[in-house]
């Protein structure tokens, strides 16, 4: 009842930009949290931002001064700016919203979704 579909990714060079997209479809009534996760070849995926529905941010310690997460509630859309890439930041980058409240013709119902993945290539 709900997707994710995530753009923007490609190859870019080091100290370049990049935005990526998610917009989440579906009989949603809110979300609350919305955020950006990655993951590099033979790494664990780890959190790279994430914003509340309030537009408190929090962002993982490599990425802060660099990457800018924001949202825009009206379209359930979050966006990550990354600017000054780095090599390292080469990874598929998925996103997540959390606690999507959907409807059904008989309920309301909540769960986490993730999108299918982006791939973010920095060459140096």
């Known amino acids: 009842q709900v997707q994710l579909v995530e753009s923007g990714g490609g190859l870019v060079k080091a100290g370049g930009s990049l935005r990526l997209s998610c917009a989440a479809s579906?009989?949603?009534?809110?979300?609350?949290?919305m955020g950006w996760y990655r993951q590099a070849p033979g790494k664990q995926r780890e959190l790279v931002a994430t914003?509340?529905?309030?537009?408190?941010?929090n962002y993982e310690d490599s990425v802060k001064g660099r990457f800018t997460i924001s949202r825009d509630n009206a379209k359930n859309t979050v966006y990550l700016q990354m600017n000054s890439l780095k090599p390292e930041d080469t990874a598929v980058y998925y996103c997540?919203?959390?606690?999507?409240?959907?409807?059904?013709?008989?309920?309301?119902?909540?769960?986490?979704?993730w999108g299918q993945g982006t791939q973010v290539t920095v060459s140096s």
């Open positions: 914003i509340t529905s309030g537009a408190s941010a």
């Open positions: 579906g009989s949603i009534f809110s979300i609350n949290a």
């Open positions: 997540k919203a959390e606690q999507v409240r959907y409807y059904t013709s008989t309920n309301i119902h909540e769960a986490d979704y």
